[in-house]
């Protein structure tokens, strides 16, 4: 009897792809991003501005604040790429240091807005029961708040009328974070909620860890993803609330260049020197496209099935 | 409409009247932080005038007491009286400017869900044409754009640019009162957010529109119309729907600036007048206002949705 023949044994690694190597979510993510031109573009934008940020505390064609550099009014010309305004300041000048509290109020928001929310969301996701009802309970009442409006009053007590802290970026971030806590806090909410159940957190348990480290070691690192995206939309929000408290002038105080108050200038002279109102109009809506684009790349990047 | 919506109904009014009660105490509580003396006008120099202008607003009393007979006035409809202008009750002036700022809010809504969902419904239909791309390009930047640049821009062409253009026989004065004067506040109050629920409707029409049960109704020979419409955009509907509410609290909140910007005399111009004016009365009086208003519209999105989506029941 002949010997069976052996099977052809197929080859394995020829006919399944094995994975060479294990991808990171940061990897992951970089990896679509790379893919999103939208994004990318945003990305870059948002690299311009902060160069730009960094560059005018060092060196601006002229000081921001700097009056009758030429004839008030003036268009561009050559020596003024972007015109003079009211004041015969130059508006290159200012849109420069106008990015500069840009950056501030925008990054110093996402921050603050995350400090808040995050242990928030980690209490009530962790503990769940009444610390999870009072948690809820504030999130709740605070959707129901005309946010920018409470933002508002807040800088304008804080600052003009009880002069506890100067009128400045500081008192504004603080006033937007205050409001603005909820989406980060209902999202780290959610993530916790979900992480806690898995294996992971129950391995952890077992070997002993406390609450502490369970949360800041095993589910908060799972949850950053989430977490930077809604941090990054915080920031678009924050330097609109910014531009929108400056031009009602009730933002950053006269001779700070924040473009909110530089089109609220423009907007007085609109009719005879529309170049003034347009610099920081357009410097403003490139900026919150840029975020809002890199947020929605981001988003995607990190989690393609939380698609709006 | 069933008992359980309306215990639910109920049940929203409740929290709406705990937020509206929230919100309005912390300014009120806010606002008198601020020394009493800050709360008149700088024109009564006297000791005794400061006195009498003090006693005559109830500022001379403690905190507690002002804040309860605060409360008892607003259980009773009544906000008190402008701290600028003696006499001028608050409450029926807030109700007068409500309703201006609810006329440009309804004409922005209608820009935004009406926009919104035609240019996304048909970005879906003709997915990957130029109508598609021109429809999505313009979302994608449209609601970046803040509704006060958007203000702006809209003044400069339609107030400026087309008086030089039509020689000064046909252009946009700013104001209220003259049906002409609705649309631009309107457009530029809506537009950004007319983007987004575009974006939104393109998304989930795509979907929508691949599911069974629309290629079914295509099959049977219904009529386009009825197809997209009842089958179709139904369904879509859903999400937007969701951010309904979070649109709405930013056309209140946007209309601030826009009637700023565009000189209606309504809540929010009010609310920015007397900020800077320091009648800080009329502040607390349209906080109360705008925290009730933006609780009932998001009540209101929130009873619509179970007629869009039988699912959910409350």
Redesign the interface.
Known sequence: MAAIAPLPQPDLAATYEMPVEQVSLFQDAWNRIRRNRLALVGACIIGLLFVTAIVSTFWTPYPVWLQAVGPTYQPPSLHHPLGLDQAGRDILSRIMGGASITVQVGVGSAIIVSLIGIPLGLLAGFYRGWVDTVISFFINIWYGIPDLLVALILVFVLSDALHLIPRGVFVIVLAFSLTRWMDVARLVRGQTLALREREFVEAARMSGARDFRIVVRHIFPNALGPIIVQATFAIPAAVLFEAFLSFLGLGLPSPTPSWGAMASDGYHGMDFAPHIVLAPTIALSVTLMAFNWLGDGLRDAFDPRMRH | MTRGTATYIGQRLV??A??TV??SS??FL??H??PGN?FLNETRNSPEAVAAALHHYGLDLPLPQQYAAWVRGVIHGDLGESLINRGVAITPLLIRETSVSATVGFFALLVTIGLGLILGVIAALRQNTWVDYIASSAS??G????S??LA??G??IA??YLYIWTGGTFYYVPGWGKPEQIPLPALALGLPYAAYVA??TR?SMLETIRTDYVRTAWAKGLRPQVVVIRHALRNSLI?VVTILGPLI?GI??GS??IE??FGIPGLGKE??TS??ARDYNI?IGV?TF??AL??LA?LAVDVIYPVLDPRIRY
Request: net charge positive; no cysteine; aromatic share 14%.
């Open positions: 929290l709406i705990i937020t929230f919100v912390t300014v806010l606002l932080q601020i800050a994608v930047v609601y970046s754009i803040p006060f640049v702006i821009f003044l400069l107030g400026h974006r939104l998304a999400p609290t209140i909140t601030v600036v700023n910007i609310f920015i900020i800077l502040v906080f705008y925290a933006v609780g998001n």
